[in-house]
């Protein structure tokens, strides 16, 4: 917990000062001055205080250092000494399991926002003037925190009128240019084309996945969304182009369609290739090579994963999980 410093001894003044921040009523007091964290912040000198710390230590004389400041009444801006007891940190987690505030939103321990916060940075992101950043100053969190909320990755359930989250990131994929009559040429040249509905492989240089590249000016496109970019005229940056045919060299506009990440990994899904072993585009491996390892497995000798991991050109890690059964556990020998 940060900003546990021990308060120093204040002036009357700062003392004045200190409660004409404090808004006193029947129940919580509020902090009206300066936030940080969500929390109220008294300036002492160089130094921040938290504001209900300050209201425990002038009530109690004591603020030790090492002890949190509890709120029993869940408001971090509250500053009724009533409301505040000293415990230690598990004494806090404890107290946050008991009374439920531990599952969403304002309830996260870790949280420094709460729901008025939220409710205030959602009504605030429905009109553009703010942008990441000024709001994360604002409220003293992170941009990521504030961009989780305006993507509905977190606080998902504080309801504003009229906000409607962001639309997902694009995904990396550059935006295809118009290519010349050359480089039209020399992309299907660099295409086997088959016959019917066979794939239409590529044959030029392609990446670690398998995928096709080629070069159009100072930038790498993918082989297939250039191919289907040119039977579609467009090529969406934040979709994905899938191959129905689940062979990435394949640059046959009839086995490109194009998807979304969430339709993809369905898709990936659905047709059992996320499954096990050979089926996954990235195994270097074959049942027929982890056949093989795994009788050599049976009679180990000194230097032996090393040895595999050698001669198959995959991990050691690769060797041992198969070893253990925590891959290709499918394949019995
Ligand atoms: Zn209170
Ligand atoms: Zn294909």
């Known amino acids: 917990m940060p900003e546990c410093l021990p308060i120093p001894e204040l002036t009357p003044k700062q003392i004045k000062r200190f409660w004409a921040g404090v808004q006193k009523g029947d129940g919580c007091w509020e902090w009206t001055g300066y936030c940080k964290c969500g929390y109220g912040a008294l300036r002492l000198g160089q130094q921040c205080f938290r504001a209900h710390r300050v209201a425990y230590f002038l009530v109690n004389g004591k603020c030790p250092a090492d002890l949190l ?5 869940h408001n971090p ?4 000494p009533e409301h505040l007891i000293s415990g230690t940190q598990a004494d806090n987690m404890q107290d946050k399991v008991i009374s439920g505030r531990s599952s969403k939103g304002e309830q996260h321990h870790y949280s420094v926002l ?3 916060h939220v409710t205030a940075i959602k009504t605030k992101l429905t009109t553009s003037y703010h942008t990441l950043k000024s709001l994360a100053e604002e409220y003293g969190v992170s941009p990521v925190t504030i961009r989780r909320i305006k993507n509905e990755e977190s606080w998902k359930h504080i309801e504003v009128a009229g906000f409607s989250p962001a639309a997902p990131p694009p995904c990396k994929s550059k935006l295809i240019p118009g290519l010349t009559e050359q480089q039209l040429q020399n992309f299907w040249a660099k295409v086997r084309k088959g016959q019917g509905d066979d794939c239409w492989e590529w044959i030029g240089y392609r990446d670690q996945k398998g995928y096709g590249r080629v070069r159009a000016g100072a930038k790498t496109f993918l082989a297939h969304r250039v191919s289907y970019f040119l039977a579609n005229g467009k090529c969406p940056g934040n979709l994905l182009i899938r191959h129905t045919c689940h062979n990435p060299r394949c640059c046959n506009p009839n086995h490109l369609k194009s998807g979304t990440h969430a339709d ?6 659905a047709s059992g290739r996320s499954i096990k072993g050979e089926q996954h585009r990235t195994s270097l491996l074959t049942e027929e090579s982890v056949t093989a390892i795994k009788i050599a497995c049976k009679t180990p000798y000194h230097g032996q ?3 595999l991991t050698k001669r198959y050109k995959v991990s050691a890690g690769a060797i041992q999980n198969i070893k253990a059964g925590r891959s290709w556990a499918h394949v019995k020998v």
């Not at 801006?77 to 009724?80: F, G, M, S, T």
């Not at 993809?264 to 899904?269: F, K, P, Q, S, Y």
């Open 69 to 73: 400041i509890r709120h029993t009444c």
């Open 77 to 80: 801006l509250c500053c009724n």
């Open 114 to 116: 709460t729901e008025k």
């Open 264 to 269: 993809n990994a369905l898709d990936t899904v």
């Open 305 to 307: 994963v090393k040895a």
